[in-house]
């Protein structure tokens, strides 16, 4: 399975659910659209009605991608930890994509977890809030976090094991 797919699993199911009705809505409003036009024998020129109706349906189609936009971001931040709500509210209400681009920007990294009690925690955590368990290598004088491939702490300037 690609990692496309495997993304689009965490939009919620209303979203998915109201993108795939306007999907389908698409064709019928357009031939709606173009048949009462053409009943209507007031109009002059009907070579516009081809034009107004493709853009109905790239209204449509557009509309479809902006709510499984705002789904993926309302599942995304579920699963980092963030308000969902609070987001999904931003990227609807910020006009001009402002607000979407604003949460790719600002969103927390994903969620790791206790190799001991299977319990989530920032990234940014060292140990785990409900075991004690080491999230990250520490080191054993000053019990901060050292990234790979050091060989001594860069806060206490402890000789660290090798990994």
Not at 14 to 31: C, G, S, T
Not at 102 to 109: A, C, E, G, H, V
């Amino acid at each position: 399975m690609s990692r496309f797919t495997e993304e689009l699993k965490i939009i919620p199911r209303p979203a998915l659910i109201i993108a795939v009705v306007a999907a389908l809505l698409v064709p019928f409003a357009a031939l709606s659209f173009v048949v009462v036009v053409r009943m209507q024998p007031t109009h002059g020129s009907l070579a516009w009605v081809p034009f107004a109706a493709l853009a109905g349906v790239a209204v449509m189609l557009m509309l479809s991608v902006y709510v499984l936009l705002v789904g993926y971001i309302v599942g995304d931040a579920r699963r980092r930890g963030m308000r969902p709500l609070l987001w999904a509210l931003l990227a609807i209400f910020i006009p001009n994509a402002i607000g979407i681009i604003l949460y790719f920007i600002l969103r927390d990294p994903l969620l790791q977890h206790c190799s001991k009690c299977g319990s989530a925690a920032q990234a940014s955590f060292t140990f785990c809030a409900v075991c004690g368990e080491a999230l990250l290598r520490t080191c054993p004088g000053c019990h901060g976090a050292v990234q790979p491939g050091w060989s001594h702490c860069a806060r206490c300037g402890a000789s660290l094991p090798p990994e």
